[in-house]
């Protein structure tokens, strides 16, 4: 999914055979402008297979990466959380 910039709050549904799955742990990946991808991992999911994360929470994990590899990425500018 394309889009500009991270949205306030993302829910992602881990689901087997179209049945949601608890207690598992989702990787999500943040593309830039070039370069490397950011990846977190969150979870676990709750009973109905959902996480929920926040932009905040997001730029807060990638802020030290930034910070300390910067030829490994591209952006504009560190955000403020």
Known sequence: MKMKGIPERLICQATL??????????????????????????GPTNHDGCIVFTRQ?????ANPHLATAIMDYVAKRIYEV
Do not use: S
Not at 17 to 36: S, T, W
């Open 57 to 61: 929470q997001v730029l807060k994990r």
């Open 17 to 42: 055979d179209g049945k949601p799955v608890e207690g598992v742990m989702i990787l999500a990946g943040f593309g830039v402008r070039a370069k490397n991808v950011y990846a977190f991992i969150f």
